[in-house]
């Protein structure tokens, strides 16, 4: 907190402490915080923990921090008996991973918040430790009514204002002298603002200075305008772009800039008046914060890049500012020009202990699920500052290994771009088989997989990264420069035609798809070194699997499958699966490879007479049946993908496998034969619901595929495959069922399949055949 621990330590080992907590404060707690069944209270800088224990006496679980060892000391003198966790943690400065992830109903900082140099981003993110409906809770001495020696005990009205502001809810209540401030929904939508801008005839330019600091926390300051803002103003003179911010830097804050870049020139305008705002890049400084202009601003603070969107007014060359070095950072803004600068910023470090921490838990977790077995993929996990690509993301959201974190999104909703789960992208890395100083191309970028790569290729690797999004590409651009290798190209263009002019003499050494793709575009194939590898998520009847294909040829041949799941395509090459609607749209089939089948009198059969049939196939436990997905997409005539909406009683599945053949609908689903308390013991039998005048007969056929899968596939896993260009002839392909894709054909050699089974299979839906032995 802003006094010296030492001051402190003195403080408490004198036996001097804070006013007494008074019946006004219990009977706030009482009305406004009452402790819920199983509630847990923190208390931040509990002192001698009279709050502490009054709130456990409430009934809630407490836990009580400060950062003085001699207060915990005296608390835990003081109250020998109490139920309350004591813990030795500065909240502004540590690690906060004692608390490890518990949510608070309440949180309370009683006469000390004043003492926190970095309060507006400290609240947050305790108040993102909230549960639903929780509070935050402040009692604080107001400076109009405290003498001026003890003036830094207090806020005044626009220290309050600053406090209070990005929270939904705020109430204050006058406690004797001092103020209760009551604040929930600690996430209030930044809102860009603008300030008075003085009439000419001329535009206003100006430079404003985006600095961080050694924990990558961006610099803000509360103005006299009841806004945040980032250091800058006006141009003087003839004074050059990236000067003219370093002087705004040391004029407003006392900090001297060691290194400056202009990133980009925005132009807008500001109620009429054409404005041009260079933003520079501040790469170091030395110095001490203060508040050198009080007249302009009432104090500065450094905030968290993913606490930006939640701050309340910000005004609006500020927002772009930061939006421009960090895209995203800041959503809904309203609409800039922007003109990068052909300079390259150098890298900026910074970042706090707590992502550290999670890097290394993350990096553990993905180890120890197998998916990183190679040291030089282990060492770029724990390396890489995976949150520097996310930054408008808190940092256990981005450092969890089984999520993606979604980083644009359509107009309807829809993710468009992600940072991959962790897992999958350590394992497609592995796939690869790289070797140091190699070149790879990546398609879909973002920035932190590429690094990534970047990392285990070394010094003398490079990557290639294409995206047929611009935002995205300009976003992949400034994250790297701002926290990357200087290795990663990102370029725009439609990923299906790879890198045009960036493809090495003898092709890529290595080649990683990163979103679902329905097709094996040529250019991947031809722009791949022979004897390389292809990662890519295939899309297979809707069903999606990472491959690792090694070019011999013309040929692909694939050596690993994963199961996994990817944003669609959006280039040239992307398709919309055909789809019907059928029950007046209780239920839709839709066919991801192939033609659509006949979908004549399904309507009525759906609402007749149901046939069920079992496949005598029951599993115990959590099962396993990715395989059978496939198997029954590349085997079946007919396949399909039925889809029913959330709450149907219609159908039993939402998602299903499905076959359509002689006016005839049947799909897969499954039934509890046996409920436990602990699902390794439950049960489940795997039936066929079936509809229409072949019911009996399509059921029959889809539960044969189920029963042979469990007999001859299930135990051996995925078959050997080869992926040939779209114009192989028959008779040059090897054996095996086929699945036809736009620009090539697929050959499964699925165990238990013989030519002979082409004879029963209908070539319906243009989805399967079978070749026969050459």
């Not at 993110?125 to 639903?132: P, T, Y």
């Not at 019911?695 to 992926?723: I, K, L």
Request: glycine share 10%; net charge negative.
């Amino acid at each position: 907190m802003g006094t010296i621990r030492t001051d402190w330590s003195k403080h408490y080992t004198q036996g001097r402490g804070f006013r007494r907590l008074g019946n006004e404060e219990k009977t706030l707690l009482v009305e406004h915080a009452p402790a819920p069944e199983g509630g847990r209270a923190l208390d931040v800088g509990c002192g001698t923990g009279e709050m502490s224990v009054y709130l456990a006496s409430l009934g809630y679980e407490v836990d009580a921090l400060d950062a003085v060892d001699a207060a915990l000391a005296r608390a835990r003198t003081d109250h020998p008996d109490a139920k309350v966790r004591w813990l030795r943690l500065d909240i502004e400065r540590d690690d906060p991973a004692p608390l490890d992830d518990t949510r608070y109903d309440l949180v309370v900082f009683r006469m000390s918040v004043a003492f926190v140099n970095d309060r507006t981003r400290v609240l947050h993110a305790l108040g993102r430790r909230l549960r639903e409906g929780g509070t935050m809770l402040v009692i604080t001495p107001l400076a109009a009514s405290t003498s001026a020696e003890k003036r830094h005990i207090a806020l005044d009205e626009d220290e309050v204002s600053a406090l209070t502001c990005g929270w939904t809810s705020v109430q204050r209540i006058a406690v004797g002298e001092t103020a209760a401030l009551v604040l929930r929904g600690p996430c209030a939508d930044t809102v860009a603002m603008e300030r008075s801008v003085p009439a000419t005839g001329y535009a206003v330019a100006g430079a404003l200075a985006v600095v961080t600091d050694e924990h990558g926390r961006v610099l803000l300051g509360w103005s006299k305008r009841g806004m945040w803002e980032i250091p800058g103003g006006k141009i003087e003179g003839a004074e050059p772009l990236d000067g003219a911010g370093v002087r705004e830097l040391a004029e407003e804050t006392g900090l001297h800039a060691t290194g400056a870049t202009v990133v980009t020139i925005l132009t807008d305008a500001a109620q009429g008046v054409p404005r041009l705002t260079a933003v520079i890049r501040i790469a170091g400084f030395t110095g001490t914060l203060t508040t050198a202009e009080p007249h302009k601003f009432t104090r500065w603070e450094w905030h968290d890049l993913h606490g930006l969107a939640c701050l309340g007014p910000v005004f609006t060359p500020s927002a772009q500012a930061l939006n421009a070095v960090w895209p995203g950072v800041i959503p809904g803004l309203p609409p800039v020009h922007s003109y990068p600068t052909a300079t390259e910023p150098a890298t900026v470090p910074g970042e706090p202990a707590e992502a550290l921490r999670l890097r290394h838990r993350m990096a553990d977790a993905v180890i120890a699920g197998g998916w990183a077995p190679s040291i030089v993929v282990q060492k770029a996990l724990r390396t890489v500052p995976r949150h520097r690509f996310a930054p408008e993301t808190d940092l256990k959201t981005v450092y969890d290994d089984d999520l993606a974190v979604v980083t644009r999104r359509d107009e309807n909703g829809r993710a468009t771009s992600s940072v991959s789960a962790a897992w999958l992208q350590a394992d497609m890395a592995e796939q690869l088989q790289l070797k140091a100083g190699a070149t790879v191309l990546e398609v879909g970028s973002g920035g932190y997989n590429a690094e990534l790569l970047a990392h285990v290729l070394g010094e003398r690797g490079r990557v290639v990264t294409v995206d047929v999004d611009r935002y995205v590409v300009q976003r992949t651009q400034r994250l790297c420069a701002e926290a990357g290798s200087g290795r990663v190209t990102a370029v725009l263009g439609d990923g299906g035609l790879g890198a045009p002019g960036h493809v090495p003499a003898d092709g890529f050494d290595g080649i990683m798809i990163t979103h679902n793709a329905s097709d094996i575009a040529p250019a991947w194939r031809e722009q791949l070194a022979e004897g390389a590898r292809l990662v890519v998520p295939l899309e297979m009847g809707g069903y999606t699997r990472s491959l690792t294909l090694v070019r011999r040829g013309d040929v692909l041949h694939c050596e690993h499958w994963t199961y996994c799941g990817f944003v669609r395509d959006r280039g040239a090459a992307a398709r919309t699966a055909p789809a019907v609607p059928l029950a007046d749209g209780k239920v839709t089939v839709r066919w991801e490879d192939g033609t659509p089948g006949d979908t004549a009198g399904l309507d009525e059969a759906l609402r007749g007479p149901r046939h069920e049939r079992s496949t005598g196939l029951v599993v115990q436990g959590i099962f396993n049946f990715e395989t059978l997905q496939v198997y029954a997409a590349t085997t079946l005539a007919g396949f399909c993908r039925l889809s029913a909406p959330e709450g149907s009683t219609l159908v039993e599945q939402q998602d299903a496998a499905a076959i359509l053949a002689d006016g005839s609908l049947a799909y897969l689903t499954y039934r509890k034969v046996k409920d436990a308390p602990e699902p390794a013991d439950r049960m489940t039998e795997f039936f066929i619901h079936a509809y229409g005048p072949a019911a009996e007969e399509v059921a029959e056929r889809f539960a044969e595929c189920v029963r042979v899968w469990d007999r001859e596939v299930r135990e051996s896993g995925y078959p050997p495959m080869t992926v040939h260009p779209a114009a192989t002839p028959d008779d040059q392909l090897p054996p095996g069922d086929v699945l036809e894709k736009p620009s090539a054909r697929l050959v499964l050699q699925w165990p238990g399949r013989t030519p002979a089974d082409a004879l029963s299979l209908s070539t319906a839906g243009g989805t399967a055949c079978l070749t026969p032995t050459s």
